[in-house]
């Protein structure tokens, strides 16, 4: 588990982050789109003021005729739109005109032929020709531009859209809008989809007008509109807002009034309105442009999510750089103890060997001295003695390096300590080289028993050391040594240092295992791996080589 703990850290910072990342994106999102639906809400607002606006025009235009009891020549009415400034203040417009209604008779068309003259100066007749009983003619129109002068004379009765929304407000006295048309007026190429508003005008009992509907009509204060120019004006500088604007009629919306931009590609939020204009409804629907400055919540949340992981890996890389150094720490205490216990182990095997050695030089020198007739025998036996002791003990020192074969290592370390005699000795077993691990251990092992054996064994009775290998799941070296053939009676009642040094390097260096037997006199068996501990000769015979 603690493995785990730098992942486990990282994998909990991760998913942190990408939770805060989420719920950031959304609160953006929300944000973006509620900025969205105020900019909307902007633009529909001011297309619907721009629009009562013009209907405040033409409220104002029909007052200009009910507040006289005399014709309405055409220099008041210019001098009436003129003070409106529709071309400045009140954009959008196209102008404020009278059209009126009149019999479709040789004698109302001529009265409308002579108001045109004596009005424009223009000789024009009314058109286009119909077979209506009822026509309602252009006779006044400011400011008189170029588009508004071609439209002079002209009977909007005669068309079916127009002729719809006059007879609307003839019949409600309130204003009223057509549906989606194109003005006379658009004698460009470069044509817009118009519409107009009419406000009837009546006439009542001793006045030629009046508001009264119960009185005859004599025409419509009308306004022609562009609705390009319309929305342009309208929307001011709310047109670089990054909202599209599309308008239809919802009567009818095969033809657009107006569309801001054109359509490439899937655009973000997307909002409609309907609004109310001189009795028509218009349909607003308002998308988010494709150009507009988008919403940063998927910029916000990458950004979080990418400090997310950066911070996660930090954490996931300083908790395992902690971790691991807390596991070297621990790794160079434990080394540190072992260390301690191996000196302390080699310091106190140092001074046991020491001690053995001394007792062995002790003995060999009592040995030395009851079997020489003199002193000069003595000194030959007991010098020969010793620097055969030193040999055995260099060729330990060697066997650190290159390791020994058993049987020379077993033979020195007896002649150390009984001499070159041991008639009663015997020996046998396999050639067998262990290596350095195994010979550091066997020869202690071997020095502690022979030294026991001098010390306190009966090897008057004769002992033989024996080894074999036996085949198990595993190839094992199996060692007896034996001394004398008298039972012992009482068992040594304490374990000394020797004892327990011979138990531990059977069972914990050399992984084997050791039985003790006091039957037949003093017997030690011990077995241990072969693979782990010796070289086997190779299979020509020759010199050893290491075990598999």
């Known amino acids: 588990m603690p493995r785990l703990a730098p992942t486990i850290i990282a994998i909990f910072v991760a998913v942190a982050g990408f939770v805060a990342a989420w719920f950031l994106y959304h609160a953006e999102e929300d944000a973006a789109r509620s900025r969205f639906q105020m900019q909307a809400s902007e633009v529909s607002d001011r297309i619907d003021l721009r629009m009562k606006e013009h209907l405040t025009l033409l409220a104002a235009a029909r007052g200009l005729f009910t507040s006289t009891d005399d014709e309405i020549t055409r220099a008041e009415f210019r001098a009436f739109v003129a003070a409106l400034d529709t071309e400045d203040v009140y954009k959008g417009i196209q102008g404020i005109g009278f059209a009126r209604l009149i019999p479709a008779t040789q004698v109302g068309e001529s009265r409308i032929e002579a108001d045109l003259a004596a009005h424009y100066g223009i000789r024009r007749t009314v058109w286009p020709a119909t077979d209506a ?70 006439q009542g009992t001793g006045t030629p007008f009046s508001l009264d509907p119960s009185g005859e009509a004599l025409g419509f204060v009308y306004a022609p509109f562009r609705a390009g120019d319309l929305f342009s004006a309208a929307l001011g500088d709310a047109a670089d807002a990054p909202v599209r604007v599309t308008a239809v009629d919802v009567v009818a919306p095969s033809i657009p009034l107006y569309e801001s931009t054109l359509r490439t590609q899937r655009s973000g939020f997307r909002t409609q309105t309907v609004i109310d204009v001189a009795g028509r409804r218009w349909r607003l629907t308002l998308e988010q442009t494709p150009f507009a400055t988008r919403s940063k919540a998927g910029l916000y949340a990458s950004a979080v999510v990418t400090l997310t992981l950066i911070l996660a890996f930090a954490l996931w890389l300083l908790t395992w750089s902690l971790m691991r150094s807390a596991a070297q720490n621990r790794e160079l205490a434990s080394l540190s103890a072992r260390r301690a216990e191996e000196k302390d182990f080699l310091l106190r095997e140092m001074s046991h060997r020491v001690k053995n050695s001394i007792a062995r030089i002790v003995a060999i020198a009592d040995q030395t001295v009851r079997s020489s007739p003199d002193l000069a025998t003595f000194e030959q036996s007991f010098s020969a003695r010793l620097q055969a002791m030193a040999a055995a003990q260099d060729t330990l020192t060697r066997a650190n390096m290159q390791g020994a074969p058993l049987r020379k290592l077993l033979l020195r370390e007896l002649e150390q300590v009984f001499g070159t005699g041991g008639a009663d000795l015997l020996v046998d077993g396999p050639d067998v080289v262990i290596n350095e ?81 006091y039957d037949q006199g003093f017997s030690v068996r011990m077995c241990f791996p072969l693979h782990l501990n010796t070289e086997l000769p190779d299979a020509s015979g020759g010199n050893p080589v290491p075990a598999a």
Request: net charge neutral; charged share 25%.
């Open 437 to 517: 691990k195994a010979t550091q251990a066997l020869g202690l092992i071997f020095h502690e028993l022979a030294t026991n054996t001098l010390k306190y064994g009966n090897h008057a009775e004769g002992f033989y050391v024996s080894w074999r290998i036996e085949e198990d799941t595993e190839p094992r070296l199996c060692l007896d040594w034996v001394e004398g053939k008298t039972a012992i009676a009482a068992p040594p009642a304490r374990r000394g240092f020797g004892t327990r040094l011979i138990d531990m390097s059977v069972r914990a260096e050399l992984r084997g295992t050791l039985e003790r037997s």
């Open 133 to 202: 009983d009822r026509r309602t003619v252009i006779t006044l129109l400011e400011p008189n531009d170029e588009r508004n002068n071609a439209a002079l004379g002209y009977d909007m009765m005669s068309q079916p859209v127009r002729r719809a929304a006059i007879l609307d407000a003839l019949a409600s006295g309130a204003p009223q809008a057509s549906g989606p048309v194109e003005l006379v007026q658009e004698i460009t190429s470069r044509k817009q989809t118009g519409f107009l508003i009419y406000l009837p005008v009546y």
